[in-house]
């Protein structure tokens, strides 16, 4: 019914905030394959937000990572799955399950999101982030564009790239 109130006004660009959430995964794929159906037949753009990193990867071509309201990384899809690069994007990507790994626990990502009301100075991902420096819990790092086209949000990713 959603989707159906959002294409009368015929958009030029549906965004679609979590259209698969609580759907058993036959019903999700039918939701997925109508968006895309409708995405071609109207000539329309899709801003898909989700949790769902298998439904990225199986619909999107562009992948924006965010964290507490930041963009932490912008790749294609392609890169962002074969070679993360923030340390909150890895984080996502190495907590999917794996089937027939053996895994007794699954990974996860220590610690809790900040309370948005009093966010942290510096990086907002600091405090969970295994790899995080010294300037990372004093200065916000810059969302900047790398050598290879991509953006990161990451003072020891920058720093590797010899951008300030």
Not at 140 to 155: A, I, V
């Amino acid at each position: 019914v959603m989707i159906a109130m959002a294409m009368s006004c015929n958009p030029q660009l549906l965004i679609a905030d979590e259209p698969t959430t609580a759907l058993d995964v036959t019903i999700q794929a039918q939701i997925m394959e109508l968006l895309l159906e409708l995405k071609e037949k109207h000539q329309m753009g899709i801003l898909l937000i989700t949790h769902d990193l298998g439904v990225i990867a199986e619909t999107c071509d562009n992948v924006i990572v965010m964290y507490a309201g930041r963009i932490m990384e912008k790749a294609s899809v392609q890169e962002l799955f074969d070679s993360p690069m923030h340390p909150y994007t890895k984080g996502l990507i190495a907590s999917v399950p794996k089937l027939g790994s053996g895994a007794t626990v699954l990974p996860y990502i220590e610690g809790k999101v900040p309370d948005l009301a009093s966010m942290p100075k510096g990086c907002k991902f600091a405090p969970r982030c295994k790899v995080a420096i010294e300037k990372c819990s004093v200065a916000e790092p810059k969302l900047k564009e790398l050598s290879n086209g991509r953006k990161c949000r990451c003072h020891l990713i920058l720093e590797e790239e010899g951008i300030s």
